[in-house]
């Protein structure tokens, strides 16, 4: 459980860098949209 929690606090992480980053607002911790 702890595991699933860490990957899924990094994804997060990742998705809200990449938000700030492209000025979007959408959770897209892939980068699956433009």
Do not use: E, R, W
Request: no cysteine.
């Amino acid at each position: 459980v702890i595991l699933i929690i860490g990957i899924t606090g990094v994804a997060f992480l990742i998705g809200f860098v990449q938000s700030s980053m492209t000025g979007t607002t959408f959770y897209d911790p892939a980068g699956l949209y433009p």
